[in-house]
Nanobody, 124 residues
Framework: QVQLVESGGGLVQAGGSLRLSCAAS????????MGWFRQAPGREREFVAG????????YYAEHMRGRFTISRGNAKNTEYLQMNGLQPDDTALYYC?????????????????WGQGTQVTVSS
């Protein structure tokens, strides 16, 4: 089992930035994918960005590209999501997830372990 803990959420004004962090502990895999999803009230959980740990390959939901950047940290099993130009529509609970599979994974069913989420609220 992998434990994931997110941090870095908060309240920010429109146009502002936040950097989310996710620390993984417990069982890890030799190669895996970590990702970020978000869920706004009354909406489905949606994919934001993903990174393959061994290749450092990143990929994004199309409407996140250019504003959000996913990256690995120097510390093992840590990932970040840098979010710039935030808008009220970005308000959601942001989740970190890990999958033992690799590739372009964007569906919640493809990820095995989830964090509790960190709230991001963007005011207009």
């Amino acid at each position: 089992q992998v434990q994931l803990v997110e941090s870095g959420g908060g309240l920010v004004q429109a146009g502002g930035s936040l950097r989310l962090s996710c620390a993984a502990s417990g069982r890890t895999f030799s190669n895996y994918t970590m990702g970020w999803f978000r869920q706004a009230p009354g909406r489905e959980r949606e994919f934001v960005a993903g990174i393959n740990w061994s290749t450092n390959r990143t990929y994004y939901a199309e409407h996140m590209r250019g504003r959000f950047t996913i990256s690995r940290g120097n510390a093992k099993n840590t990932e970040y999501l840098q979010m710039n130009g935030l808008q009220p529509d970005d308000t959601a609970l942001y989740y970190c997830a890990v999958s033992k599979y690799t590739g372009i994974l964007t569906m919640t069913s493809e990820f095995d372990n989830w964090g509790q989420g960190t709230q991001v609220t963007v005011s207009s």
